[in-house]
């Protein structure tokens, strides 16, 4: 039998001491991996609609180019340097995701998975032989099985284990892409350097709120009056300075939560018009919104559409804003259900004349799909339809997103938004794999 790392190492669960490892520039690294000649050079990932620099790999860092630019406003620069521009690929981030996940699990008792590109893992107290040797041997694996480099932080809370990989990652060269903050006196000469806006969880505003109480660091927070704490930063604040101090207040959140909320929206390639082209992608929203629904078993009672023109356009038009919502006779997943109460809403708030730059959907009041509430004259999904849902995700989750859909969603899509430089779908789309020449 193949022996686990944790096995191998001689890991033990007596006291918790916790892991966060984070893809390095993930977007960028994702695209690296079937593009290995870019290794080494500038690298930009794009938001939607080709907008915004969301992900930069360390070459571009170093070029001074922001996170959250416009592409617009370094075009210069990008052309000067020759900076490799991608548009974004949520399909092969979000496989490349899980393949990272599923080899950082082996390593660990525990995982959470706390966003796409970096998750906490428990390892337990020492002894590990080589704590060290542990991590780089986990470095190692993730970057043989999926091209993905990490950076790890240990300590013996999460808001520690979040702090060691921030250092980790600012010193690559010196750290190794590893950082380990359990010992007590590595821990206090580390958090005196470490800004307090760096905290996981104090965010811009209360970080000035910090600073005008003259705490600056890391250390300054973990040692302020507690009681004080909580007043000024309530009960959150309280548990990220203890956490900060070594005492860990929460453990990993290994069960994935329902969402009570799913929105999908997007602007638009272009300026939109015609009702129809907004009929369009009202309803490719409420087939992605559904789908998620029935990834978790859940249905809707509550269907909010809405619509709006650019506020920031030289357009003559002027700005138009508008939402429309209903509540549902019976809660539903049912994807073409969904679509005729979307256009509903849709004809109530769409007017003539306006430059539309953006759609979108939301649902609310979502509920596991056994506690469906049945109405007298009306009736829920039927096994029918149910089982033609299941089929159609079955279809689209084996080739591909958008390979069988409502006739809704349309055909040319002109008004999608731009993604002039994006990558193939190499692992989700039979299409767009990886040929390998002789």
């Not at 690294?29 to 992900?55: A, Q, T, W, Y």
């Not at 927070?221 to 207040?249: R, Y």
Request: charged letters at 25%.
């Amino acid at each position: 039998m193949k022996k686990s790392p944790m096995s191998t190492f001689g890991l033990s669960h007596s006291r918790h001491l916790f892991a966060l490892a984070d893809g390095n520039s993930f977007f960028c690294s994702c695209e690296m991996v079937f593009r290995p000649e870019l290794i080494g050079k500038p690298v930009v990932v794009l938001s939607n609609n080709d907008g915004c620099i969301v992900s930069r790999s360390d070459e571009a860092k170093q070029l001074g180019i922001p996170m959250g630019v416009p592409l617009f406003q370094i075009k210069e620069l990008v052309a000067q340097k020759k900076v490799h521009v991608f548009s974004s690929n949520f399909p092969l981030y979000a496989d490349m995701s899980k393949r990272m996940m599923k080899v950082l699990s082996e390593f660990a008792s525990e995982m959470e998975v706390y966003s796409v590109d970096e998750c906490f893992l428990e390892l337990g107290d020492i002894p590990i032989k080589d704590l060290n040797s542990y991590l780089l041997e986990m470095k190692r694996v993730v970057l043989r099985d999926t091209g993905i480099p990490v950076c790890i932080g240990v300590g013996p809370t999460k808001v520690l284990a979040k702090a060691a990989n921030k250092i980790a990652k600012q010193s690559k060269k010196e750290t190794q892409g590893i950082y380990n903050l359990s010992d007590p006196a590595i821990r206090e000469a580390q958090l005196k350097k470490f800004s307090v806006e760096n905290i996981w969880g104090i965010g811009r505003q209360n970080a000035k709120k910090c600073k005008s109480f003259k705490i600056e660091t890391a250390w300054d927070f973990a040692n302020a009056n507690i009681d004080w704490v909580q007043k000024n930063f309530t009960i959150v604040g309280k548990k990220i300075a203890l956490e900060l101090q070594g005492i860990s207040c929460s453990g990993l959140q290994t069960e994935i939560q329902d969402k009570k909320q799913i929105i999908s929206s997007r602007s638009f390639g272009r300026p939109v018009l015609l009702l129809e082209e907004l009929r369009e992608s009202v309803a490719n929203h409420i087939t992605s919104a559904a789908e998620k629904l029935r990834k978790q078993k859940s249905i809707t009672r509550h269907l909010t559409v809405w619509i709006t023109t650019n506020p920031l356009s030289n357009s003559p038009t002027p700005f138009y804003y508008n939402a429309a919502s209903m509540e549902l006779p019976t809660g539903s997943a049912h994807t073409p259900k969904l679509i005729h109460f979307a256009f509903q809403l849709l004809s109530q708030i769409y007017r003539g004349g306006y430059e539309y730059k953006k759609a979108g959907v939301i649902f609310n009041d979502i509920h596991s799909k056994s506690q469906v509430q049945l109405n007298f004259f009306s009736e829920a999904d039927t096994q029918q339809e149910d089982d033609s849902m299941k089929t159609v995700d079955g279809i689209n989750q084996d080739y591909g997103k958008g390979t069988v859909k409502s006739a809704a969603c349309g055909i040319n899509q002109f008004w999608k938004m731009r993604s002039e430089q994006k990558s193939p779908c190499y692992t989700t789309r039979w299409s767009e794999l990886l040929v390998v020449k002789n």
